[in-house]
């Protein structure tokens, strides 16, 4: 269930559901209706006054169907429309079955109702809501009365999340077979309230042919390809991770990374440390072992000789001349039959790239496309990614896939949506983050547990997901109060409940 249909893909499961039978368009709508009607009569048992509002297309024909059911139970309701749906369209065969009232949009009041059922558009918005529907919207989102949005709210695009000209804020949005990514990317997930998806009778067969790149983050993606402990492994084979430490003012944060990759299950986890930081790291670490490197060539070598499997670069690491030399070295080691085979780059190590991105670009192109993975926050995503992140016609889940084309990497967009992407076409939307995360250091903390996932060679793309949920449930669990140095301590509890580690 955990397969994200862009409106386009949900057309042609439609279809191809319709095809393959029993059910044909109509059919399909009144399975939509009734589960639309069997999620209000649970939730809302006391609503007596109940309007549908109705687009001209198929989402007004759940609409009609809905309000079918509804007006056979006994319930005062009312359907408002502007537009009658097309002959001989689903949406005809349900408004026509439809006996009760039929007003115009000009006679709807919000304050007339307990409840409203928003099918004004579902998947098919397709530009900017305007004119009577955009005040209705606008107007039943001041008055406060609970709205049950058919599909998606609308104004919302199934596509992107986001909004076309205005969306109603629904408290329960029923959603059919798979959630779009518009249910998951923001502002569509917070219009959206409590999502429900119900199956209408298409097969999950329809997806063998769909095949979809992008999920929802869930654990269900990546816990095939969790790290398993076998009897005989022994720490370094578990897995090496090393954190590159920045000068003395700025300890924490790398000290952040270590702990988080040695609690996801690094086997041994060493900052690497210039020397002027050696004696504060030496006062702080105890499990977390510690090497004085000052050269490029220091790291490369202890790199080569201690079968470090993946590194962090960038928490508080400051010297950003430093990083750029780093880099190309570190890549180049992933790709020498090397043990090590994974790069995380975050905060400095993203923006020392700030004025020539390409520079990175190039040597990431060189390495095989696992290999590098870039945690950039909004800012951060901007500096490297400057044109795609301007355009304005591209979703975030887009922005991400074409990042992660240009950089050759797998990217990380962060924030309350956060974005995981692959080269190769996948994309993973992480829904079970909160707002608690935004605390100083919770950025350092994920960069640290992405390398102690790789550290455990789980491939790239699955450990950047699991990094990014596992993250995020640290901090839920947690609750009120946390700041970064929670997060890492959390985790036995996280793997512990979910069976893993
Ligand atoms: N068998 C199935 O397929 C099933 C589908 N199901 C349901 O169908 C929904 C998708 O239906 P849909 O494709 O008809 O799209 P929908 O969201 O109703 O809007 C299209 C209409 O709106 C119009 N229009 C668009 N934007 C506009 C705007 N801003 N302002 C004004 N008009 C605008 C557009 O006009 P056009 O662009 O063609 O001129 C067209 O007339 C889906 O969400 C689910 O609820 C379920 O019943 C299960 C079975
Ligand atoms: N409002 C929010 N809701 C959910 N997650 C958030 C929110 N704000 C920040 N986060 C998460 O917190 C982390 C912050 O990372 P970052 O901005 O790099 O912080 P820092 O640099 O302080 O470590 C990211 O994982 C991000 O997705
Ligand atoms: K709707």
């Known amino acids: 269930m955990h397969e994200l249909l862009t409106p386009r893909e949900m057309g042609e499961a439609d279809r191809l559901a319709i095809a393959a039978g029993p059910y044909d368009g109509y059919a399909l709508m009144r399975n939509a209706g009734v589960s639309i009607v069997g999620a209000l009569l649970e939730r809302f048992p006391d609503a007596g006054r109940i309007a549908v509002l109705c687009g001209p297309g198929n989402n007004g024909g759940d609409g009609y169907v809905a309000a079918k059911l509804l007006s056979e139970t006994g319930l005062a309701v009312a359907c408002f429309r502007n537009h009658a749906p097309r002959e001989n369209s689903a949406a005809f065969l349900a408004a026509a079955d439809y006996e009760g009232p039929v007003h115009s949009?000009?006679?709807?009041?919000?304050?007339?109702?307990?409840?409203?059922?928003?099918?004004?558009?579902?998947?098919?918005?397709?530009?900017?809501?305007?004119?009577?529907?955009?005040?209705?919207?606008?107007?039943?989102?001041?008055?406060?009365?609970?709205?049950?949005?058919?599909?998606?709210?609308?104004?919302?695009?199934?596509?992107?999340?986001?909004?076309?000209?205005?969306?109603?804020?629904?408290?329960?949005?029923?959603?059919?077979?798979?959630?779009?990514?518009?249910?998951?990317?923001?502002?569509?997930?917070d219009r959206c309230g409590e999502i429900l998806v119900t199956d209408i009778g298409i097969g999950e067969r329809v997806l063998d042919a769909i095949a979809p790149q992008c999920f929802e983050n869930t654990p269900h993606l990546w816990h095939q390809a969790f790290p398993t402990l076998s009897a005989d492994i022994h720490k370094y084979r578990r897995g090496h991770a090393v954190i590159f430490s920045g000068g003395l003012t700025a300890t924490g944060a790398t000290?952040?990374?270590?702990?988080?990759?040695?609690?996801?299950?690094?086997?041994?986890?060493?900052v690497l440390s210039p020397p002027d930081a050696l004696l504060v790291h030496a006062a702080h670490l105890t499990s977390i072992m510690?090497?004085?490197?000052?050269?490029?060539a220091d790291a490369v070598n202890f790199i080569r000789e201690r079968k470090v499997f993946s590194a962090v670069l960038g928490p508080g690491f400051g010297d950003f001349a430093r990083i750029r030399e780093l880099v190309p070295a570190l890549l180049d080691k992933c790709e020498t039959g090397e043990a090590f085979k994974g790069l995380v780059l975050d905060a400095d190590a993203l923006t020392a790239f700030e004025d020539d991105p390409d520079q990175l670009f190039r040597a990431a192109g060189e390495t095989d496309a696992n290999a590098l993975v870039l945690t950039p926050h909004e800012g951060e995503f901007h500096r490297l990614f400057g044109t795609i992140g301007a355009?304005?016609?591209?979703?975030?889940?887009?922005?991400?896939?074409?990042?992660?084309?240009?950089?050759?990497?797998?990217?990380?967009?962060?924030?309350?949506?956060?974005?995981?992407?692959?080269p190769d076409g996948r994309a993973a939307i992480n829904t079970n983050a909160t707002p608690l995360l935004a605390t100083a250091g919770s950025g350092d903390v994920l960069a640290g547990m992405v390398s102690g996932m790789l550290a455990q060679r789980m491939p790239t793309f699955e450990a950047a997901a699991a990094a990014v949920w596992l993250h995020a449930d640290a901090a839920k669990r947690f609750g009120p109060?946390?700041?970064?140095?929670?997060?890492?301590?959390?985790?036995?509890?996280?793997?512990?409940?979910?069976?893993?580690?």
Do not use: C, W
């Open 255 to 270: 000290r952040l990374s270590a702990r988080a990759a040695a609690r996801i299950g690094a086997g041994a986890v060493t």
């Open 391 to 422: 355009d304005q016609a591209l979703s975030k889940l887009e922005k991400a896939r074409h990042a992660s084309k240009r950089a050759n990497a797998i990217i990380i967009y962060k924030g309350p949506d956060t974005v995981i992407a692959a």
């Open 105 to 189: 949009l000009e006679d709807f009041a919000a304050s007339e109702f307990d409840l409203i059922i928003d099918a004004f558009y579902g998947a098919g918005l397709a530009r900017s809501i305007e004119g009577i529907e955009r005040s209705i919207i606008d107007a039943v989102n001041a008055a406060n009365v609970p709205v049950v949005s058919v599909d998606l709210p609308s104004g919302i695009s199934g596509a992107s999340g986001a909004t076309l000209g205005a969306a109603f804020k629904a408290i329960l949005t029923v959603t059919f077979f798979r959630k779009k990514p518009g249910h998951v990317l923001q502002p569509g997930r």
């Open 290 to 296: 510690l090497r004085r490197t000052e050269a490029v």
């Open 481 to 501: 109060g946390l700041i970064a140095e929670d997060l890492p301590e959390m985790l036995p509890e996280v793997l512990a409940d979910l069976g893993l580690g």
